[in-house]
């Protein structure tokens, strides 16, 4: 039997695909029992809040959107991937935001443990301010210390000296608040180094901890409008919004409508899946025949599974294969995950036209050697070998 600290294996996670980066279908009363499992278990859990900023800088900077597929829970921090994620069939029911997360920690004062979080970044004198005032109320957690590298580069914020600082306050969960792209690549860079189980980039939480920023009334954070009262508080967000915008315009229409249209017909077809396992003398093969949907997910888990804990390279065979959806990707993002940890590769050969639109479109034309790469300006395609 599994002991309840035990971290599930990646294949577990009820994970969608949505348009290039993975999301998990997750309600916050799991995630908040996940983050205490793992506090407990002394485990590395590295917690991402993926928003629209995130979804469009993980077009731009492939190095960011490792972080998210390397993450042990990504989750839907922002209105807009909720209506995104409606628009594509994916059930996304609720929210969960980083400040929503760590305020639910803070605020439960019939917690058996405080958890003891190290704040790490911010602007001159926030850290120390919110830990100020998070020690000086009852609840569920407790500042263990706090720590501002200031401006400078990932490489300085990595010495020795401030991952020793990190590791001594044995606390349970980092925060940081350097900015997304830094903060989630220096993240990723200590992940080895540092001690504290719970690691998590929740920028905004700092300044609200703090009483720098007030945060959205939750009537404006359930219509989906907390931007603007963010650009009220923060004038200089507005950029990084206006930028956010016109890249989920251009998603619309060349992402969204058409797999609206493409899941409309195929609505009311289905087929059921199949799945063979064989192997050559370079790897493990896995064929599937049928559709590679959320419906069929259960049919082909128990080979990922197998795949997950072997000690072989593995290809996926699509050549029987007529359709696959974002819960599929999802299953496929997690079992790369899986096999990499292990050293192994993933390949996915023999796909249909109609199998390779839906990766494209998706946002994962990068797992079949396919990558567009977007930005303001310009869009191009490019080529690589996928690992």
Not at 141 to 156: H, Q, T
Not at 306 to 326: K, P, Q
Not at 350 to 374: A, C, H, K, Q, T
Request: proline share 4%.
């Amino acid at each position: 039997m599994t002991s309840p600290d035990q971290p599930p294996s990646d294949l577990a996670r009820e994970v969608y695909g949505l348009l290039g980066i993975p999301i998990d279908v997750i309600e916050m009363p799991e995630v908040l029992s996940r983050i205490r499992s793992a506090a407990r278990a002394s485990r590395p859990y590295l917690v991402s809040t993926a928003n629209l900023n995130f979804l469009s800088a993980s077009h731009k900077d492939l190095g960011f959107r490792e972080t998210l597929l390397a993450s042990d829970l990504c989750t839907a921090d922002g209105v807009p991937l909720i209506w995104i994620a409606k628009l594509l069939g994916i059930p996304l029911r609720s929210r969960v935001a980083g400040s929503d997360m760590f305020e639910a920690l803070r605020s439960d004062r019939d917690a058996l443990h405080r958890l003891r979080v190290f704040l790490f970044g911010g602007d001159e004198g926030v850290a120390a301010a919110a830990c100020s005032a998070l020690n000086s109320q009852d609840g569920g957690v407790l500042c263990a210390g706090c720590f501002n590298p200031g401006y400078c580069g990932v490489n300085e914020m990595s010495s020795e000296e401030v991952i020793a600082l990190i590791n001594a306050s044995h606390a349970d969960f980092l925060v940081a608040a350097l900015g997304a792209a830094k903060g989630q690549e220096w993240l990723i860079r200590n992940h080895q180094r540092i001690t504290v189980p719970v690691r998590a980039h929740l920028g905004a939480t700092l300044n609200f901890q703090a009483g720098v920023h007030r945060r959205a009334p939750k009537i404006l954070r359930r219509m989906g409008f907390e931007w603007l009262w963010r650009i009220k508080e923060e004038p200089k967000l507005w950029r990084r919004y206006a930028d956010d915008a016109f890249v989920v315009a251009s998603f619309m229409l060349t992402r969204i409508l058409p797999l609206m249209l493409i899941r409309a017909l195929k609505r009311k077809t289905g087929r059921p899946l199949e799945v063979e396992r064989s192997e050559t003398q370079e790897s493990s093969v896995i064929s599937l025949n049928g559709d590679a949907t959320a419906a069929n997910v259960s049919r082909v888990l128990p080979f990922f599974e197998a795949a997950a804990i072997g000690y072989r390279d593995l290809s996926i065979n699509f050549s029987g294969a007529t359709m696959v959806d974002a819960r599929f990707i999802g299953l496929i993002l997690m079992l790369k995950k899986e096999l990499r940890q292990r050293g192994l590769h993933l390949k996915l050969t023999d796909l249909r036209p109609p199998v390779e639109r839906s990766f494209r479109l998706n946002g994962f034309g990068y797992l079949i050697g396919v990558v567009v790469e977007r930005s303001s300006h310009d869009a191009h395609e490019s080529r690589y070998a996928a690992g």
